[in-house]
């Protein structure tokens, strides 16, 4: 499968940082979308965003894409202990539905 | 409110035994899957419906049946489980609009022995 895949796999800040996270896909998509999992738990949807945009914000997330270089950007500005979890970005292709994710980044928000 | 429900949450069984997780969603929506995640490989299609009696295989469809009878459900039928089944299952929901995130269930743990 065309996976994504993220870069870290893991980070360590404290809180008030930033957190960067990237990810990087193999085939063309429709949309790519960050999802969020606390330890053992459903993934919750952060932010989607669409082959013909380039950067979106909600709250104190940032997401940009590079279609071009086939990659996307999460940045969490302000950390906060809460935002201690681990990130997945996930691929629409462009001619299925499926969802592929990459294996995610463990955050670690330190208090 | 909106949800994407399983059960069980855990499950420990033996290999051989014939077992079911249910799913279930109040979104009216089309789309269904069923990942399994697994320590550094993050999420895993097993298999999909685009709507009722439309199902087809992801990426690890080995081991697993699905049925949509119903627009709202999707089992997952494990047939003969195995011990390299065991892992953290998760269904999920979306509708017809690919544009629209992926509602998650709270996933299920299998351990088969």
């Known amino acids: 499968s065309q996976q994504g895949e993220e870069d870290p796999q893991a980070l360590s800040i404290q809180e008030g940082e930033n957190a960067t996270m990237n990810c990087s896909y193999k085939t063309s998509i429709n949309n790519l979308q960050w999802y969020r999992q606390n330890s053992g738990r459903g993934l919750v949807h952060l932010i989607l965003?669409?082959?013909?945009?380039r950067e979106k914000h909600s709250g104190r997330l940032r997401v940009t894409l590079d279609t071009s270089k086939k990659s996307s950007s999460l940045l969490i500005t302000a950390s906060r202990a809460a935002d201690t979890a681990s990130y997945f970005c996930?691929?629409?292709?462009?001619?299925?539905?499926?969802?592929?994710f990459g294996s995610g980044t463990q955050l670690t928000v330190l208090p | 409110e909106a949800q994407v429900t399983q059960n069980p949450r855990y499950l420990i069984t033996v290999t051989g035994k014939k077992l079911t997780v249910t799913c279930s969603q109040n979104m009216n929506h089309e789309y269904m899957s069923w990942y399994r995640q697994d320590p550094g490989l993050g999420l895993r299609q097993i298999y999909y419906s685009m709507n009722v009696e439309v199902t087809d295989k992801g990426d690890v469809p080995e081991g697993y049946k699905v049925s949509r009878k119903e627009k709202r459900n999707f089992p997952l039928i494990l047939e003969s489980p195995s011990p390299n089944q065991t892992s953290l299952y998760f269904c999920?929901?979306?509708?017809?609009?690919?544009?629209?995130?992926?509602?998650f269930g709270d996933g299920t743990r299998l351990s088969i022995l």
């Open positions: 999920a929901s979306n509708s017809r609009d690919s544009n629209q995130p992926q509602h």
């Open positions: 996930a691929t629409n292709h462009i001619f299925s539905r499926q969802l592929t």
């Open positions: 965003i669409r082959s013909n945009e």
